[in-house]
């Protein structure tokens, strides 16, 4: 094992994340994980930075958990396209108006 303090912390956050990796924890831990140790700090939940990276793994998540087109059936017997959960999220964050869709 190396004496150097930055080592150390490479060596101590390798050993967390093979931890985390066993027990299936979140991407979002990972990232706690590092920021406590290589900064010695953790995030300002309130900052904006903390924020868009929330944001991020939000549309993360809806992307890679995608479900299929869902149809669902109307008063009259019409069906009616559900959008995506990931459009959904975006629609909530806006982030499809300056685009000009409409999904």
Do not use: C, W
């Not at 150097?4 to 979002?28: C, H, Q, W, Y």
């Not at 990276?53 to 809806?62: D, H, V």
């Not at 087109?69 to 396209?81: H, P, Y």
């Not at 990931?86 to 964050?93: I, N, P």
Request: glycine share 6%.
């Amino acid at each position: 094992m190396s004496t150097d303090p930055k080592d150390r912390l490479v060596e101590t956050f390798a050993k967390l994340m093979e931890e985390v990796e066993e027990a299936r924890g979140s991407i979002n831990l990972k990232f706690l994980l590092a920021k406590a140790i290589f900064a010695g700090k953790t995030y300002d939940k309130g900052e904006q930075r903390y924020q868009d990276f929330k944001q991020l793994m939000g549309l993360r998540n809806a992307l890679v958990h995608m479900k299929a087109d869902k149809f669902e059936l109307d008063s009259k017997g019409g069906t009616s396209r559900k959008p995506l959960s990931a459009v959904q999220y975006l629609q909530t964050k806006k982030s499809l108006q300056r685009f000009n869709l409409e999904l």
